[in-house]
């Protein structure tokens, strides 16, 4: 039996009523960044599916808890080529053919393209290959730590959960360091909203982007090196496959990692207990589920009508799994609003979907857990009596549904 489709709205500071039409959903109002929580619990209580309206005017269904989730990142009836026409309408311009372009990348497409793109990159996400890098990642950890000063107070984004993947990355991939400030701010553009940015930055961004991994590219073809870009340079890839695949490595082999080490950070920090003795792997696997890196899946396009437990998703809709309320789902996770690292010491806690679920599995996560596993209890080896030096309630996080972190993480450092 199809029931009616939910409609869940929302808009920051108002009292969440799904029955009032003039609610819209703002994924860059900063309220719903610092604690989109609350929306996804009632979003997920108002059935498996539900249509919510945006303020950019259009609609999307979002699926929020775990086994929906799951079912729609396995279900090929949920293409993974973006709707055409989502959002606002763009106006042609070299940046929107440039975002365009980076955007064919492969998490953005299905197989068999997905299947061919896939297979070029997993060979140096191999676990062998991947835990043959922990004693470059010790060195680059214990370097970095050794430059934060004591006795200050520190941005412990700026200082270590950044730098720390884009060194990792960079090696891998064979991207200059001396370019990491500036990539870093040109895919914190990309991956928020355009209405939680100044006019023309995205703009700005994208053409940046597609200027830098073209020269890039380039640079590879007269020098290769040991690094994946090399490698890709040579691997047959067409000129708009290989651009869209730098993207796509370096803004996944970053984002992720840097979003969960400030998240662990934050929230072992704010803990009651003492960060001594504990079980590293656990606070990493509890934080990715209690604080997603990634708050969302890209977007799906339902192909032809899908029921989701009775709710109809019509052909051509904009579905978006939802990655941070499916892990806080209590269906699954007793008391899930809570960061309880020991459920980990049970063997029947599920995986959480911080990485995503079926063909599009992130090939990164192997690497996003050994730098964390690695990077965790040696910042608190390093700077033992380290905490919080604002109000965690004032942190500033990333806008937008894809991503999830705090901007910065201003600590005070012991002497």
């Given amino acids: 039996m199809t029931t009616t489709p939910s409609t869940c709205p929302y808009t920051a500071g108002t009292a969440l009523d799904p029955a009032d039409p003039g609610f819209a959903l703002d994924p860059a109002d900063p309220a719903f960044a610092a604690d989109p929580y609350p929306f996804y619990a009632a979003l997920r209580g108002s059935g498996p599916a539900a249509e919510v309206p945006l303020v950019n005017g259009s609609s999307a269904w979002l699926v929020t808890g775990y086994d929906q989730v799951r079912a729609v990142l396995a279900d090929p009836r949920f293409s993974n080529v973006p709707p055409q026409g989502a959002g606002r309408p763009k106006a042609d311009s070299p940046a929107q053919r440039a975002r365009a372009l980076l955007a064919r990348h492969m998490l953005n497409t299905d197989a068999p393209d997905h299947t061919r793109l896939r297979r070029l990159v997993t060979a140096t996400f191999t676990p062998r290959r991947v835990d043959a890098l922990r004693p470059r990642i010790e060195e680059l950890t214990a370097g970095l730590l050794r430059r934060i000063p004591r006795r200050a107070e520190v941005d412990l984004v700026d200082a270590f959960a950044f730098p720390l993947p884009v060194l990792v990355i960079g090696e891998v991939l064979g991207v200059p360091t001396r370019d990491r400030a500036a990539l870093r701010e040109w895919t914190y553009r990309v991956g928020s909203p355009a209405d939680a940015l100044e006019p023309g930055a995205l703009d700005d961004a994208w053409s940046s982007l597609h200027g830098y991994f073209s020269s890039l590219i380039e640079d590879k073809r007269r020098a290769p090196g040991e690094d994946l870009f090399s490698s890709l340079v040579g691997s047959g890839l067409s000129g708009e496959e290989l651009l869209a695949m730098a993207f796509l490595l370096l803004f996944a082999g ?56 009775g709710v109809r998703i019509p052909a051509g809709a904009s579905v978006l799994g939802v ?34 679920h079926g063909p599009h599995y992130c090939v990164g996560a192997r690497l996003a857990r050994l730098e964390a596993q690695i990077a965790l209890p040696a910042l608190f080896e390093a700077l033992p009596g380290l905490r919080l030096a604002e109000d965690p309630a004032l942190l500033p996080y990333r806008p937008g549904l894809l991503v999830r972190g705090p901007r910065r993480l201003p600590v005070r450092t012991p002497g």
Avoid: I, K
């Fill in 323 to 356: 990655l941070a309320a499916a892990s806080r789902d209590p269906g699954r996770y007793p008391d899930p609003d809570a960061f309880r690292p020991e459920r980990w010491e049970q063997e029947d806690v599920p995986p959480s979907l911080a990485f995503g």
């Fill in 254 to 309: 970053y984002e992720t990692t840097m979003n969960l080490l400030a998240s662990a950070v934050l929230l072992v920090l704010g803990h009651a207990e003492e960060p001594t003795g504990r079980h590293w792997p656990h606070v990493v696997e509890e934080t990715l589920r209690h604080a997603s890196p990634l708050e969302g899946t890209t977007w799906r396009r339902a192909v032809e009508d899908v029921e989701v437990e």
